[in-house]
């Protein structure tokens, strides 16, 4: 982890993008890019992929984009990786962001199944920061 004792290890997780062409965009990251599948779930325009990017950050890639343009684009938030989403999101509310997503347990895919803790805020400047920890054996 890294040694951002403010939020509890700290670096950069993962960016999540809104593919319009899931297919197509996991291809051109893993084959045009040597992007590696981590982690895939969901069926459908519910489909997400965890591709790492050669250093264990993250692009995200979730299906179901539809072309038109988003407020928040097509990048629509970035992670942080803690070891305390609990205590990340005091210190972002502290300091003036809203939760939009309360900490929360989840599991990722199947491929193995991987336990992690995550919740989301929005920045000051409305962007979405999501703060993820690893929970399980099996670390993303």
């Known amino acids: 982890m890294g040694t951002n004792n403010k939020i509890g290890g700290g670096g ?3 960016v999540a993008l809104r ?7 996991v291809k051109f990251y893993t084959e045009g890019l040597g992007f590696e599948l981590r982690q895939a779930w969901g069926e459908g325009d519910k489909r997400i992929v965890l ?7 993250y692009l ?3 299906a179901g984009g539809s072309g038109e343009p988003k407020p928040e ?5 970035v992670a942080f990786r803690t070891d305390n989403v609990d205590a990340a999101v005091e210190a ?3 300091a003036g962001a809203v939760v939009t997503v309360a900490p929360k347990d ?5 491929t193995p199944p991987t336990p992690v803790r995550i919740a989301f805020v929005q920045g000051l400047s409305g962007e979405i920061i ?3 920890q690893s929970t399980g054996e099996h670390q993303l």
Not at 73 to 77: A, C, D, L, P, S
């Open 130 to 132: 999501e703060f993820f």
């Open 92 to 94: 972002a509310v502290a």
């Open 12 to 14: 950069f997780h993962h």
């Open 51 to 57: 591709l790492d990017t050669g250093d264990g950050n």
């Open 60 to 62: 995200e890639v979730f």
């Open 106 to 110: 989840a599991v990722l895919g199947n």
């Open 73 to 77: 684009g097509y990048y629509f938030h």
């Open 19 to 25: 593919a319009t062409d899931f297919e197509a965009t």
